[in-house]
């Protein structure tokens, strides 16, 4: 069932994405809305202000559109998108250099708030500092990996994909793949170490 889903919203994406070729403007919204979470997540990954991540995301959605016409259902419209997306966010990183290693450490993501705003934690506040250090280990280290290693990484632990979906978006074979992704773990599990022996 999960399959027929995926064939109908492709099927779906790609009959939004000829009526947009043919001229329907109006159409595009409707790509927009339905993605424009996923592209503020994927954006959020690599950029730490929120304000900066709606503009990478409005210059991607901008980028997309101009290049629609490009798309020729090869692949699904989502993997063509996030090559986009992820090109905007690198282009934007480069623009603003000194931003580059911004990255929020009070954003959602690295709180353990519970729904009344509670710390869910009951280690001792050595524990929590300790942990928030460890935190900013395996960012800096993510920070640190070459390119090609970092996106591997976040792409399986981020977002989730199998390393098939890997393979398809990145083009290149399910070896380099598995490959990169050990790579990155092992340079990530070293930096942990030398913390953890500090």
Do not use: C
């Not at 503020?40 to 990478?56: E, L």
């Not at 990155?184 to 030398?194: C, D, G, H, N």
């Amino acid at each position: 069932m999960a399959s027929d889903e995926n064939l109908q919203k492709a099927s779906s994406d790609e009959a939004i994405v000829k009526r947009v070729q043919q001229g329907d403007v109006s159409a595009y919204n409707i790509l927009v809305i339905k993605y424009q979470h996923k592209v503020a997540q994927i954006i959020s990954k690599f950029v730490g202000n929120s304000a900066d991540v709606n503009d990478v995301a409005q210059e991607a959605f901008i980028k997309a559109y101009k290049a629609i016409n490009n798309f020729r259902g090869e692949s699904s419209f989502y993997t063509w998108l996030y090559r986009i997306v992820v090109n905007a966010a690198k282009t934007y990183l480069e623009s603003n250099s000194k931003r580059k290693n911004h990255i929020d450490v009070d954003s959602e993501e690295f709180q353990s708030i519970d729904s009344q705003g509670v710390l869910t934690s009951r280690e001792s506040p050595d524990k929590i500092i300790e942990s928030q250090e460890l935190q900013q280990v395996i960012l800096s280290a993510m920070n640190e990996l070459p390119e090609e290693l970092r996106q591997a990484i976040m792409l399986r632990e981020v977002e989730g994909m199998s390393y098939e979906d890997m393979a398809d978006l990145l083009q290149i074979p399910l070896g380099t793949v598995r490959s990169r992704i050990f790579r990155a773990r092992q340079f990530i599990e070293e930096k942990m170490s030398k913390f953890a022996g500090k």
